[in-house]
């Protein structure tokens, strides 16, 4: 085989190589679900139902966790001007970790007309895992106070997990042992980004490391060559 041959050989091997590893490395596991709230207002009960989103990206030593409602819930006998409505709610915690993580979100930013479903913003929080292993985030009770009120939906269905994250805590802790609630202090593992778009980035990265070694490898080949020869 020609030392053309044996470069392009190599750096295809790279590749292969690269490929595996984004192929093989864990990723989170996200679903969108419908929750049906049940909601205690002050001039009565209410229901809803709404598809539930939670997406979580690394930062720092932990994760940024965001759930998201493709659907308005509740609502008010009266108008709610701009900034008059304060959401907040907890996401259930399960699997290697337990408790509850308190996430908020920014007040309505427009008007919101009476008897109209009330469409939550974006709400986040910071997740620092505790022990290593898969942890489950699942809806949980949403506080809605507008008024000098306070309405409390709570999920009736039993949803399932609308976030799975593989974690790692500082230390390498197990998920045997006592179990610990999260919050958003403490410190956690270093990991690769696990949202989405950051998995991609930090796997891409050690893939083109692979590559680059493997072109490198068949640089320095092409380079002795003319060595050997003489």
């Known amino acids: 085989m020609s030392y053309p041959q ?3 050989a190599l750096v295809s091997a790279a590749a292969l190589a690269g490929a595996a590893v ?3 490395a864990p990723a989170a596991h996200a679903d969108v679900v419908d929750v049906n709230y049940q909601c ?3 001039i009565g009960d209410k229901s809803a139902v709404s598809p539930i989103d939670i997406k979580g990206v690394k930062s720092g030593s932990g994760y940024r966790i965001t759930m998201s409602w493709q659907k308005g819930v509740s609502s008010s006998p009266v108008e709610l001007g701009k900034g008059a409505m304060s959401p907040s709610a907890a996401i259930r915690l399960g699997g290697a970790d337990s408790g509850t993580l308190a996430v908020t979100g920014p007040a309505n930013s427009a008007a919101i007309p009476a008897n109209t479903p009330i469409k939550i913003s974006d709400l986040s929080g910071t ?6 292993g898969k942890v489950t985030f699942t809806a949980g009770t949403l506080i809605i106070k507008a008024l000098g009120t306070t309405t409390t939906c709570t999920p009736a269905n039993n949803p399932k997990p609308s976030l799975t994250l593989d974690v790692t805590a500082a230390g390498g802790a197990s998920s045997s ?3 610990s609630s999260s919050s958003s202090g403490g410190s956690g593992g270093q990991l690769p980004q696990t949202g989405p778009t950051d998995s991609a ?7 083109g490391t692979v590559l680059l070694a493997g072109a490198a490898g068949a640089l320095w080949l092409t380079r002795r ?3 050997v020869r003489r």
């Open 6 to 8: 044996r470069t392009a």
């Open 127 to 132: 997740y620092t895992p505790k022990k290593t």
């Open 40 to 42: 205690k207002t002050p």
């Open 22 to 24: 984004l192929l093989t």
């Open 201 to 207: 980035v930090a796997l891409g990265t050690l893939g």
């Open 177 to 179: 042992g006592s179990s």
């Open 225 to 227: 060559n003319p060595a």
